[in-house]
Nanobody
Framework: QVQLAESGGGLVQAGGSLRLSCAAS????????LGWFRQAPGKAREFVSA????????YYADSVKGRFTISRDNAKNAVYLQMSSLKPEDTAVYYC????????????????????WGQGTQVTVSS
């Protein structure tokens, strides 16, 4: 089991940038694909981005492609989401998550693939 804790959220103007961090505990952190999801008020949780356990593959929702970048640092047990050109519609609680299966690279990712979740960090983008 991997324990996850997000940080870095806040209030930013449209067009600005934020970098979210997710610190993980657990010796097997490097074995799992990691993902970022978000949930806006009244909406379902949606996939934002994921990175394979090796770091060799990254995945993005169409709505953030070209604006967000996911990365991981296994030495620091951390995963990051660099968000640029932020829009008001990016406003949501952002969650990081770890895949349910170690050493497994999926063709794509959804909420049902992740078994460990952080508590979330609020991102608010003002217009």
């Amino acid at each position: 089991q991997v324990q996850l804790a997000e940080s870095g959220g806040g209030l930013v103007q449209a067009g600005g940038s934020l970098r979210l961090s997710c610190a993980a505990s657990g010796r097997t952190f490097s074995s799992y694909a990691l993902g970022w999801f978000r949930q806006a008020p009244g909406k379902a949780r949606e996939f934002v981005s994921a990175i394979s356990w090796s770091g060799g593959s990254t995945y993005y929702a169409d709505s953030v492609k070209g604006r967000f970048t996911i990365s991981r640092d296994n030495a620091k047990n951390a995963v990051y989401l660099q968000m640029s050109s932020l829009k008001p519609e990016d406003t949501a609680v952002y969650y990081c998550a770890a895949d349910s299966l170690p050493y497994y690279t999926r063709p794509n990712y959804g909420t049902h693939d992740f078994g460990s979740w952080g508590q979330g960090t609020q991102v608010t983008v003002s217009s």
